[in-house]
């Protein structure tokens, strides 16, 4: 009898640990496009909806892990544009995210208005608003639950500097003692950075992100960008702190390294690899570590190159 009972409780404990891990990475999943800034500010800012006044279209596939078969992946797009002689901008995005059973879908719809408040700077403020669907766990499984989103910003900018402070995420739903209560990101963002001829030809595309929100220690991620003759583009970037209170074992501290090329005047490829996965950031995870993006751009009628 005692075999059969130690047998019971590994397979009870076995089942709890992969309910309680797979929750948090399936918890984690809307925050994926939250990663993909700096090829997309819409995605943490709806302020920065219409800044480019001009339509453009974004698309990315992210895979985890690129060397095993049918392993988890994602699909982002956004799409953005301005009306009335540049001064309102109305976006869209939405996330598909696939994680073994697990599958999040978020749809959202942004606005903002731009204000010229000098001859050299302009000022938006925008709000968005949406759908989560994520995978929820309670004590009889796991159910997919539809949550509605909010979130505001503002962006002010110039041809040479711009600053962006946004919530993309202000409702709190109230899950009480879920797991998912611990992983329900409602993060503050600040971002700075610029662009700066270094070159007739070089382009230099400096950005610090500043990141805070309940239970993480603040975070810092400075990167910047290089465009050769408007064509090949590299660039690298590093996270600093942000660490898990409540899982204070969980990695934070990892790099990002891009390429990217401009074909033409209307599409631009890219592909990007981090050190770590996003959802690594809140478990402690032995898998692989790497992840790998790619990403089309597509700008039907573009005024010029497009830096951000």
């Not at 929820?136 to 509605?148: H, K, M």
């Not at 962006?164 to 209560?181: A, M, R, Y």
């Amino acid at each position: 009898m005692i075999l059969p009972h130690r047998l019971k409780n590994k397979v009870f404990q076995s089942a709890f640990i992969f309910l309680f891990l797979g929750s948090q990475l399936c918890f984690a999943q809307r925050e994926v496009m939250f990663e993909q800034y700096v090829q997309n500010p819409m995605a943490i800012n709806p302020a920065f909806t219409g800044v480019r006044e001009t339509f453009n279209m974004t698309a990315m596939f992210r895979r985890k892990w690129i060397n095993i078969p049918n392993s988890p992946s994602s699909q982002t797009f956004a799409a953005d544009g301005t009306f009335g002689n540049g001064k309102f901008g109305a976006g869209f995005q939405a996330l598909n995210d696939q994680t073994s059973y697990f599958t999040t879908t978020a749809l959202s719809a942004s606005f903002a208005y731009h204000l010229g408040i000098s001859d050299k700077w302009k000022l938006g403020v925008g709000a968005q608003g949406g759908i989560n669907v994520l995978p929820v766990f309670d004590i009889s499984g796991n159910t997919n639950r539809a949550l509605a989103s909010a979130g505001v910003g503002a962006w002010l900018h110039s041809d040479q500097f711009y600053l962006g402070i946004s919530k993309p995420e202000i409702l709190s739903h109230g899950f009480g003692d879920q797991v998912i209560n611990y992983f329900y990101r409602r993060p503050l963002y600040i971002m700075t950075g610029g662009s700066y001829e270094l070159d007739e030809d070089v382009l230099l595309l400096p950005h610090i992100l500043i990141v805070q929100e309940k239970d993480h220690n603040l975070r810092v991620d400075l990167g910047a960008r290089l465009w050769f003759n408007e064509k090949v583009g590299v660039g690298a970037s590093y996270r600093m702190g942000g660490k898990n209170n409540v899982y204070s074992d969980a990695g934070i501290n990892f790099l990002q390294l891009s390429a990217e090329v401009q074909l033409g005047k209307n599409v631009r490829l890219g592909y990007f690899y981090s050190t770590k996965q996003i959802e690594q950031l809140y478990t402690i995870s032995q898998g692989p570590k790497g992840i790998h993006e790619l990403m089309l751009k597509f700008v039907p009628n573009p005024s010029g190159f497009q830096k951000y």
